[in-house]
Each structure stands twice: as structure tokens, then as C-alpha cells.
Nanobody, 120 residues
């Protein structure tokens, strides 16, 4: 089992920045990909960013160029740096990890989420 705990969410104004963190614990040795998803009220869950075992990164078109996913392997921590935030980025953000490739089906493990709210 793998446990994921997110932090770093909050409220910012349009154009602002936030950095989300996700600490993984448990048996993480076989995890192949780790990433971030988000879900806004009334909308479907969206894959935002992902990094795989080899360090390859993938981003949703809606965040490419504004968001950056990174990781600190010794600390088992995943980050999402979010810049130039706008109202459409308002959502609950979830950290996820799994044994499959990035953006390929649902990850095996999920955190409880951290709320990001962007207002004008």
C-alpha cells in the first residue's frame, strides 16, 4: 500500500502562484508514475501533470507552460508548481501514483486532495 498526503493548496488571485506538495509513504518502490489530477465542481476529473519512472513528464494542454511537475526522490515528495493561475484552475487537486504509464487509466493510489481557489 501507498499513502499520499497533499498540501499547499489555498486561495490566490488571478495571475498568482502556488506550489503543491505530495508526500508518499508505504511501499513506493514499484511505483511507475506519479502525478496530479484535479476536479472542479460539476466537471469531470482531469489529469493535470505526470512524471514517470524515467523522469518523462506529461502535461494537460490547459496547463502546459504554466505548471511544472517535479519530485524529490529521497524525500518521496512530488511537487506541482503552478504559475499564472486563473479562475479555470480552481479545483480540488489530487496527488496520485500507480503502476501504469502516465495518463493511462486510473492510478492505483490517491491522496485526499487539496483545494485551490483562484479569484479575480
Amino acid at each position: 500500500q501507498v499513502q499520499l498526503v497533499e498540501s499547499g493548496g489555498g486561495s490566490v488571485h488571478t495571475g498568482g502562484s502556488l506550489r503543491l506538495s505530495c508526500v508518499a509513504s508505504g511501499y513506493t518502490h514499484n511505483i511507475y508514475s506519479k502525478g496530479w489530477f484535479r476536479q472542479a465542481p460539476g466537471k469531470e476529473r482531469e489529469a493535470v501533470a505526470c512524471v514517470d519512472f524515467f523522469g518523462a513528464r506529461r502535461y494537460a494542454d490547459s496547463v502546459r507552460g504554466r505548471f511544472t511537475i517535479s519530485q524529490d526522490n529521497p524525500q518521496n515528495t512530488l511537487y506541482l508548481q503552478m504559475n499564472s493561475l486563473n479562475a479555470e484552475d480552481t479545483a480540488m487537486y489530487y496527488c496520485a501514483a500507480g503502476y501504469g504509464a502516465c495518463f493511462s487509466g486510473d492510478p492505483n493510489y490517491w491522496g485526499r486532495g487539496t483545494q485551490v481557489t483562484v479569484s479575480s
